[in-house]
């Protein structure tokens, strides 16, 4: 709060008095987040440029800021990112689709759920990243064996999420679909699917996080395009400011999808009568 | 007509909840239901709206055994249950969802505007108070309208004044199609206040103990020495129902001559 008030008053103009301080408090709390990594950045930016150390295995921020540049200029940044997208993306709606069906039909019938629910959980104690040779033998090593990679991924977290969501969907308004005498199909979609919506998008973060968690594990494995690719290129190449330049594309792209989720799906959530409104 | 035959329940481990209770309701007639905790009076409601199966005996209505939710039954439990995806006025709708979308809404239209929802139709479940959270599941059970309406304890979680109000809200709309009604409580005014005849319950199991006739014409005036009469005769009945018989509020020998005063 003091930093808030400091920052608002060091502004020019804060003499018009409440209302104007209210609306830039507005801007600046949440920039209140960016004071910490600026203020590491410039601290490096510094200690290169004085001296206090060559700055080769980490770069300062300008050399990244050039090297992501110079990436970008030449177009392979773009070529790069798009092939790990479509691979997340790919990944991430095979796993999702899969998640779901099978989340759903463990979560609603009871028979189903002792049937494969024991099995799913023991492949879901497998490190996912031990199926990768199986996978290579299997699917070979271009694009399916890591899409299908990143779909393993996505899918325990939408899995769980689903059944979870769908079994602790409350009996009480169960029953008002009862009373009302909906069937089945009925029951799914005018009471369990619009009562397991919040749960539901949550998983699918954690599912897209996990996808761009694989990706990178994908590419590690021989690819010859990607953000992935290019991390173990500059690492082969000695070349630290291209890897946090990939790292740097990564967090951009991750946080980037990731709010475009909550974006897209904040609509179907406005009823919700949570305790935090972001 | 809706008919208990000899309705019993014995739950999985045993546990007998409800056994033999037999009641005739009349179409339009008001029955209340009393008894202490555990006197299975909501699990004999349950019975009645199709959601739960008596293990003994049957419910019919107008001669039909139900075994599932029925049409014409619809239900009012303790909590409103809202769905909060919906707004009021779908909440109100959910039960009409096969009809034309002009009638749905011409119907919901009219049904929140007697309840006194009108201006609420559009706002999210969560915005309510309780009152109104109640009047709306009030509205959605009766804009199907139902021949007969359950009522599971409907107002024991609202404050004293809200309740008193829903109460006479819940005869004027009873006024409007003459449901049959039957209303489980605790609350021995409530049960005075609207019922035609008040049902008491003794438990372990839930049996009928008593019923008692409440010949007073509406609208009641709850100050009255005559509800006061029927109010003690009927706390005299659940006295008898937990085996109490010389309780504090057990003044039948008052009574004895009260109601030779009264008659």
């Known amino acids: 709060m003091s930093l808030v008030l400091m920052s608002s008053s060091a502004a020019p103009d804060t003499a018009q008095g409440d209302a104007a301080r209210k609306s830039l408090a507005r801007f600046v709390r949440p920039g209140l987040g960016l004071l910490l990594p600026v203020a590491l950045a410039i601290f490096w930016e510094i200690a290169v440029y004085v001296g206090w150390s060559n700055g080769r295995l980490i770069p300062p921020p300008s050399i990244i800021f050039n090297t992501f540049a110079e990436l970008w200029g030449t177009g392979e940044l773009q070529s790069h990112s798009l092939a790990t997208l479509a691979r997340v993306a790919l990944g991430f709606v095979s796993g999702v689709v899969a998640g779901t069906v099978l989340g759903a039909i463990t979560g609603y019938s009871g028979l189903s759920h002792r049937l494969v629910d024991p099995t799913l959980q023991a492949l879901r104690s497998i490190p996912s990243i031990a199926w990768v040779p199986l996978f290579i033998l299997w699917f070979g090593i271009f694009e399916a064996s890591k899409i299908i990679l990143i779909a393993v991924g996505v899918f325990f977290p939408v899995y769980l999420g689903v059944m979870g969501a769908v079994m602790s969907v409350d009996r009480k308004i169960v029953e008002v679909g009862r009373v009302f005498r909906l069937s089945g199909f009925e029951m799914v979609r005018r009471i369990l699917l619009p009562a397991v919506l919040p749960a ?5 973060r954690a599912g897209l996080g996990l996808g761009w968690m694989f990706v990178v594990a994908a590419e590690f494995l021989g690819a010859s395009q990607g953000l992935g690719f290019l991390l173990i290129d500059g690492q082969q190449l000695g070349k630290p400011a291209t890897i946090v330049a990939a790292i740097v594309a990564f967090a951009i792209l991750g946080k980037a999808t990731d709010t475009l ?5 904040a609509p179907f959530l406005r009823w919700e009568d949570r305790f935090a409104r972001t | 007509m809706l008919v208990l035959n000899r309705v019993g329940k014995t739950y999985p481990n045993g546990v007998r909840a409800v056994d033999g209770v037999s009641i005739e309701v009349e179409l339009g ?8 905790s555990g006197c299975g009076k909501s699990t004999l409601l349950r019975a009645v709206s199709g959601l739960d199966q008596p293990t003994h005996g049957q419910v019919l209505l107008d001669g039909i055994p139900i075994n ?18 919906l707004t009021v006025a779908d909440n109100v709708g959910f039960g009409l969802d096969h009809r034309p979308k002009e009638e749905r809404e011409r119907r919901v239209a009219a049904q929140l505007e007697r309840v006194g929802l009108t201006d609420k139709a559009k706002v999210w479940p969560r915005e309510l108070s309780g009152g109104q959270a109640q009047r709306v599941a009030l509205a959605r059970a009766l804009v199907t309208r139902p021949e007969v309406l359950l009522l599971d304890e409907p107002f024991s979680a609202l404050d004293a004044f809200t309740r008193v109000d829903l109460q006479d809200h819940l005869l004027d709309l009873w006024n409007d199609t003459k449901p049959t009604l039957v209303v489980v409580t605790h609350d021995v005014d409530e049960a005075i206040v609207l019922a035609d005849r008040v049902v008491v319950m003794r438990p372990h199991p839930g049996r009928l103990e008593d019923e008692i006739v409440i010949d007073l014409p509406r609208p009641r005036d709850r100050q009255s020495a005559a509800f006061d009469f029927a109010k003690r005769r009927v706390l005299a009945a659940l006295d008898r129902s937990l085996g109490r018989a010389a309780s504090v509020d057990d003044r039948e020998t008052q009574t004895a001559h009260g109601a030779q005063m009264w008659w």
Do not use: D, K, N
């Open chain 2, 68 to 85: 599932a939710p029925h049409e014409q039954i619809g239900i009012v439990f303790q909590e409103p249950r809202l769905l909060p995806w």
């Open chain 2, 29 to 36: 007639e008001i029955v209340a239901i009393v008894g202490g």
């Open chain 1, 261 to 265: 989720l909550a974006v897209a799906t």
């Open chain 1, 200 to 204: 539901y998008v949550l998983s699918l």
